[in-house]
């Protein structure tokens, strides 16, 4: 089983990006489709973005963020990233980064993974 350690959170103003990165511990990495989500104050935690295990992994973003999020991985590495562009002010929130081996990219619930890093904090400022 992997653990997982986030970063690359931080202040950033609307209209900029932030590179989070998810480091994974463990053995076969390759194996697990990862995801990104998030938690604002006061609301329920939401999936951002999944990509598959396996070559050619197929990804999934949630509509409020497409066109403006890239989630990519480098097994090489157990790494998992998620680039923000275009940030939005109702992008703020604790990023968690999650695991399930095996799993596929249309899992979107956080109950369709059972291993959680501990967050990084996004903050964008109007």
């Known amino acids: 089983q992997v653990q997982l350690v986030e970063s690359g959170g931080g202040l950033v103003q609307a209209g900029g990006s932030l590179r989070l990165s998810c480091a994974a511990s463990?053995?076969?990495?390759?194996?697990?489709?990862m995801g990104w989500f998030r938690q604002a104050p006061g609301k329920a935690r939401e999936f951002v973005a999944a990509?598959?295990?396996?070559?050619?992994?197929?990804?999934n973003y949630a509509d409020s963020v497409k066109g403006r999020f890239t989630i990519s991985r480098v097994n090489a590495k157990n790494t998992v990233y998620l680039q923000m562009n275009s940030l939005k002010p109702e992008d703020t929130a604790v990023y968690y980064c999650?695991?399930?081996?095996?799993?596929?990219?249309?899992?979107?619930?956080?109950?369709?993974?059972?291993?959680w890093g501990q967050g990084t904090q996004v903050t964008v400022s109007s």
């Open positions: 999650a695991a399930d081996r095996w799993g596929h990219e249309s899992q979107v619930t956080t109950t369709s993974y059972n291993i």
């Open positions: 463990g053995r076969s990495f390759s194996s697990y489709t």
């Open positions: 990509i598959s295990w396996g070559i050619g992994a197929s990804t």
